[in-house]
């Protein structure tokens, strides 16, 4: 039995990991890649594509964010193809807003699955939902998931990026943009080789935040002071003046990368919760900014 000042103290402890909140499991976002990637080649448009939207939002929709969604149709190489970005927020209290993006579409190639290449940008933010629910936040957080990533056939600017240009183009008219204190983008972050690309076009205030946030949690060796420019879903978005940046792992690019052997077998939960917990961490320094 409790006596009342053990009471007390369960009660605290109750409160106050409520307060926290879940923490991020790489585990937890491993399975959720591994049920996006059993719908099996998920390009936009494409029926496996439907299925998975329709598991996204019914995952989201237990998670206690405000879901909607920003549908369009886009010309492309293929004819014309119908986009939705899967929108989920959670509301904060100061007028500013943070937003956590990725892909959740795969390149359209034949027995392309994805795992890495929109699987795992899906599976994590999925579980960053997860964490972000019952948490009390100071700034909305919005998470969004990108279709249209993949270029139809080969990369162009107006062959890419289909939802990530669309929902740059919609929040500037509609003031989102404005409200922006940063966004931070995955793309292919569950590589079992971990090492992130020192993304060069991304915002240098806003990335040295998360490396930093990396470095004090002991994990600077995945996140290297070296790379190059890498063309993402956070451009259309530096474009308008956001603060944004791109979290990416190209380890696979002589490998696997957009070849049929992207696969489960070539992801670690490890990857997963180790960006999981910078970008929390990020959210909290991101947070304490005016
Ligand atoms: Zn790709």
């Known amino acids: 039995m409790l006596t009342p000042r053990l009471l007390a103290v369960s009660l605290l402890t109750a409160t106050l990991s409520l307060a926290a909140g879940k ?12 049920k996006a990637v059993a719908f099996g080649p998920r390009h936009s448009g494409s029926p496996a594509m439907a299925r998975q939207r329709a598991w996204i ?6 998670r206690g964010c405000t879901l909607s969604v920003d549908a369009f149709t886009a010309p492309t190489p293929d004819g014309p193809v119908a986009y939705e970005n899967i929108i989920c927020r959670f509301p904060g209290k ?38 972000l629910q019952g948490r009390p936040r100071v700034d909305d957080v919005i998470i969004v998931f990108f279709d249209g990533e993949e270029a139809v056939r080969d990369w162009t600017d107006s062959d890419s990026l289909y939802g990530s240009r ?19 983008n995955v793309d292919m972050i569950g590589d079992k080789n ?9 915002a240098s205030s806003v990335r040295n935040l998360v490396w930093g946030a990396a470095d004090s949690l002991g994990f600077s060796s995945g996140f290297p002071r070296q790379g190059g420019p890498v063309a993402d879903d956070h451009m259309p978005f530096l474009l308008a003046g956001v603060r944004a940046v791109d979290l990416i792992n ?9 070849t049929a052997k992207d696969t489960m077998d070539k992801l670690s939960a490890r990857s997963f919760e180790i960006v999981g917990t910078v970008l929390l961490r990020s959210l909290e320094l991101l947070e304490q900014q005016k």
């Open 23 to 34: 923490n991020f499991s790489g585990a937890d976002a491993l399975a959720a890649t591994g």
């Open 57 to 62: 939002k019914q995952t989201l929709a237990t």
């Open 94 to 131: 100061s007028g500013k807003a943070i937003a956590v993006t990725g892909h959740y579409d795969t390149k359209k190639m034949p027995g392309f699955v994805g795992a890495n290449d929109g699987g795992s940008s899906t599976g994590f933010l999925l579980e960053f939902a997860a964490t």
């Open 166 to 184: 669309h929902l740059a183009a919609k929040w500037q008219s509609d003031g989102t943009n404005a409200k922006l204190k940063a966004l931070l």
């Open 194 to 202: 971990f090492r992130l690309v020192w993304e060069e076009n991304s």
């Open 250 to 258: 190209f380890s696979s690019q002589s490998t696997f990368w957009h």
